[in-house]
Nanobody
């Protein structure tokens, strides 16, 4: 399994930008598809964005298309989530997760999860 650590969350105003980082331990990072999920208070965890093993293919939830992008740098064992035009609905704990699948948006496919980073958007 790979260990994941998220960073970059914070409290921002609506319309702002944040960049979240997911950094992994181990030398097999390129063997894992990486995705971001988020969970708002009182709500189910939901898919946000995914990137495949080598960063060539990405997938975004409809709610973030046009505002968020995801990329990865396997040389640095890092996946980045760029979040533009944030709004209150983006508030939640953001988790990165690793799967042995090439790419996935199904939380059940992921065996490794980070501890999460809090994003709070004030309106």
């Amino acid at each position: 399994q790979v260990q994941l650590i998220e960073s970059g969350g914070g409290l921002v105003q609506a319309g702002s930008f944040l960049r979240l980082s997911c950094t992994a331990s181990g030398r097999t990072f390129g063997n894992y598809g990486i995705s971001w999920f988020r969970q708002a208070p009182g709500k189910e965890r939901e898919f946000v964005a995914a990137v495949d093993l080598n960063g060539r293919r990405t997938s975004l939830a409809d709610s973030v298309k046009g505002r968020f992008t995801i990329s990865r740098d396997n040389a640095r064992n890092t996946v980045l989530l760029f979040m533009n035009m944030l709004n209150a609905a983006d508030t939640g704990v953001y988790y990165c997760a690793a799967t042995r699948r090439v790419i996935s948006s199904d939380a059940g496919d992921f065996g490794s999860w980070g501890q999460g980073t809090q994003v709070t958007v004030s309106s």
